[in-house]
C-alpha cells in the first residue's frame, strides 16, 4: 500500500513535510486495520492476547484523557465481484482459528485474526464509535475525516495523496504511549502532514499531489510502473527514491499547467493502443477520488449517529 519511496522522502526532509502539533480535544478518524496492527507489532511474545488488550484499552485511555475522541473505521467491500471471494476468505480464517484454539495454540497469522476480535470487542466495551467502510478504507476514512473535520491517523502514506481538510498525522510521530507527559492540558505530541502546507514547500499547486499515486502507487489501478515511459523520460534517475521524488515535484512546478494537457501526455506516452479513452477516463477518476473523497448520504447519516451517540454517552 501506500506511495513507493514517500515514506523514506519525508523522513529525509521531516522538518519540511511536518509540522509539529499537540492534539486534544478533538475527533479523531482512525484507520482500524493500521491501529489492530500497529498495536500487534507492539507486542511480545508468542500468544500476546492479554497485552494486545491491555495495550489498546491503554491507547483509547490516553486518548480520553486528552479529550481526543476517536472514531474507528475498519475495510468495507471494495467491489461486488470481491463479496463471495472475501466471504470464503473469512470462513477459512475462522476455520483455522477454530482449530488452533482447539489444539490450545495461535499460530501466525491467526494471531492477528484473533487481535481483531479482541480489539472488536474493546472497542464495543469502551463504546469506540466503529465503522465499517463503504468499498476502498483510505478513500472511506478520507471522506469521513472531512465529513466530521477531523484529522486521520494513519501509517499509509496513501493520506498524503488525498485532499483532507484537517490533514493527517502519521502513526510513528504520534506519542500516545508517553504516560508521564500525557494530560488534558499537554495533550498528545505529534507531526502533521497537510497537503496545501506540502504543495507550497515544493512551490506545486495541491493537484499535482494526487499523480503520485498514479506514477508510484502500489496499489494503484493501473499496474505498477504502467507509465514508466513517461516517468523515465521527465524525472527517473538513477538515485534514491527521495532524489526521484525530488525530480518529480521540480519536474510539476515548471511543467504542469492543466490535467488536460497532463494527461494527454500520459496518454501518449502509452504509444498505440486502443483504449485511450478508457485510460482518460479512469484516470480522471482516480485522481477525482482523491480531490474530492465522498461517501453516501446513507453513510454520511449513519457516521453522524454513531459520533451523536459516543458523545451523549
Not at 59 to 88: A, M, Q
Not at 114 to 131: H, R, S, Y
Not at 245 to 250: A, G, I, S, V
Amino acid at each position: 500500500m501506500g506511495i513507493e519511496g514517500f515514506e523514506s522522502f519525508c523522513k529525509k526532509y521531516t522538518d519540511k513535510n511536518f509540522q509539529s502539533v499537540t492534539i486534544r480535544n478533538e475527533i479523531l478518524v482512525i484507520d482500524g486495520s493500521e491501529l489492530l496492527y500497529q498495536i500487534y507489532n507492539a507486542c511480545t511474545g508468542r500468544a500476546p492476547f492479554d497485552q494486545f488488550r491491555e495495550q489498546t484499552i491503554k491507547f483509547y485511555t490516553n486518548l480520553r484523557t486528552c479529550g481526543i475522541r476517536p472514531v474507528v473505521v475498519f475495510d468495507g467491500f471494495k467491489f461486488e465481484s470481491n463479496h463471495e471471494k472475501y466471504i470464503k476468505k473469512r470462513v477459512e480464517i475462522i476455520r483455522r482459528m477454530r482449530q488452533s484454539i482447539g489444539r490450545g495454540e495461535a499460530k501466525e497469522p491467526n494471531k492477528s485474526h484473533l487481535c481483531g476480535t479482541i480489539l472488536e470487542e474493546v472497542n464495543q466495551e469502551l463504546g469506540i464509535p466503529v465503522v465499517n467502510g463503504a468499498g476502498d478504507t483510505d478513500s472511506s476514512t478520507a471522506a469521513i475525516a472531512n465529513l466530521l473535520r477531523a484529522k486521520v491517523l494513519a501509517s499509509d502514506t496513501q493520506y498524503c495523496v488525498y485532499n483532507l481538510s484537517d490533514g493527517c498525522l502519521p502513526t510513528r510521530y504520534f506519542k500516545s504511549n508517553n504516560d508521564a507527559e500525557i494530560n488534558k492540558e499537554k495533550g498528545i505530541q505529534a507531526k502533521l502532514y497537510h497537503i496545501e502546507s506540502f504543495s507550497r514547500q515544493y512551490h506545486i499547486p495541491s493537484n499535482v499531489v494526487s499523480y503520485l499515486d498514479i506514477f508510484f502507487g502500489r496499489n494503484s489501478c493501473f499496474p505498477q510502473k504502467f507509465f514508466q515511459s513517461f516517468v523515465s523520460l521527465r524525472f527517473k534517475n538513477n538515485g534514491s527514491y527521495p532524489q526521484h521524488l525530488t525530480n518529480y515535484f521540480r519536474w510539476m512546478a515548471d511543467n504542469y499547467t492543466t490535467d488536460d494537457d497532463l494527461i494527454k501526455s500520459i496518454i501518449a506516452s502509452l504509444g498505440n493502443r486502443d483504449d485511450h479513452l478508457n485510460i482518460q477516463g479512469r484516470l480522471e477518476e482516480r485522481l477525482a477520488s482523491f480531490r474530492h473523497p465522498r461517501i453516501s448520504r446513507r453513510f454520511r447519516l449513519k457516521v453522524r449517529e454513531q459520533v451523536r451517540d459516543e458523545e451523549m454517552s
